[in-house]
C-alpha cells in the first residue's frame, strides 16, 4: 500500500540511505519515463535501493533504480533496469558536479512519488558512513526508544 505525504504517494523509499549515509542536502528532480514504465509506478511495481545518480556531459541520470515491466505490456514493454535521465536545472546539475567531485561524497535517491500526476525523485548529496558511525546511531536510537518506554510506564 503507498504512502500519501501532503498531496504525495509515495511510490518508493530508500530506507536504508539514512542508515548507511549521511544526508547532507535533499533536492527535488522529475524523471522522464515511458508509457509502462508510468503504469508500473502507478502498481508501486519499483524499487531504489541500489540505485544512484550520476551526471554525464551535463546531465543527470538515474542508475540501476529497478521498475518492474508492467504486466499487460507488449513487445515494447521497458526494459527494467535502464538508464533514466533527471529533470534539473542547470545551475542544480553544476552544484551536484562539484559536490561529487569531494571525496566520499555521493548523490542517492530518498524516495520516488507522484505529485500532481508527475512523478518526482528526492535526490540527497550524502556521505557514507563509517562502521563506528552506524553504531553509534544504532546506539542513540535503542537508548531513545527505552527513555520513550520507560516515561510511557511512568504515565500509566
Not at 511510490?11 to 547532507?24: E, F, G, S, T
Not at 515511458?34 to 551526471?55: H, M, W, Y
Not at 535526490?123 to 552506524?134: E, F, N, V
Request: glycine share 6%; aromatic share 6%.
Amino acid at each position: 500500500m503507498a504512502k500519501h505525504y501532503e498531496g504525495q504517494k509515495v511510490v518508493c523509499a530508500n530506507k536504508k540511505a539514512r542508515l548507511n549515509y549521511h544526508v547532507l542536502e535533499i533536492m527535488q528532480a522529475g524523471i522522464v519515463l515511458t508509457g509502462t514504465e508510468l503504469k508500473s509506478l502507478r502498481l508501486n511495481r519499483a524499487t531504489i535501493s541500489e540505485a544512484n545518480v550520476g551526471i554525464k556531459n551535463g546531465e543527470a541520470f538515474l542508475y540501476n533504480c529497478h521498475i518492474a515491466e508492467y504486466s499487460h505490456g507488449n513487445i515494447w514493454n521497458h526494459a527494467p533496469l535502464r538508464i533514466r535521465k533527471l529533470l534539473l536545472h542547470k545551475k542544480e546539475i553544476m552544484r551536484l558536479v562539484g559536490f561529487v567531485k569531494e571525496k566520499g561524497q555521493t548523490i542517492i535517491p530518498l524516495k520516488m512519488y507522484f505529485e500532481k500526476g508527475k512523478v518526482k525523485v528526492d535526490i540527497a548529496q550524502a556521505q557514507g558512513k563509517k562502521l563506528y558511525d552506524k553504531r553509534e546511531d544504532m546506539k542513540k536510537k535503542t537508548a531513545d526508544r527505552e527513555i520513550a518506554q520507560s516515561m510511557k510506564r511512568n504515565l500509566h
